[in-house]
């Protein structure tokens, strides 16, 4: 018998099991086995487990960042409120300081500018200006003044200057406003 032959047989052979043609015979079972409907359930378990879990993760990542975002602003807003104090008080030094040297003058201009250009690098704005119209959300009236060339409820003095962060108040400004 020639090589050619023999392989003939064994694939006769092996399409052949006990002696019954498995071309004839289909291979896939009549009914769902117990043991398949319950490896499918717990499939389907593990996979909804599994969407919750990332689900769950998800949120957490996305909750803790805003918790961090928060606690950030929060402790940059303390910050710069306890140093505002400071800047107040550079302002009063630099309007009181007309009858000092050029030098010293140009000394607290430069310390302002430091004070400004950190500020910005914060984001700090300034508000409360004389002119501006007065807002209860943002502005103290710690003063009114009766007056009838001027328009109505816009500030006429600044005591104080406000702050904010965004849009968040840091300190509201206190002022004069007219009625």
Known sequence: MSFKEKSKDVKKEDKKINGENLDSKKTEPKGKCSSCEKLTKELKETKELLLRTAAEYDNFRKRSEKEKDAIYSDASALAVKNILSIADSLDLALKSSENQSEEYKKGLELLKNQ?????????????????????????????????????????????????KMGERIIRHAMVEVTN
């Open 115 to 163: 004070f400004n250009s950190a500020f910005k690098n914060l984001k700090v704005e300034t508000f409360g200006s004389v002119g501006e119209d007065f807002d209860p959300n943002i502005h103290n009236a710690i003063a009114h003044k009766d007056s009838e060339e001027e328009k109505q409820n816009f500030i006429s003095l600044v005591y104080q200057k406000g702050y």
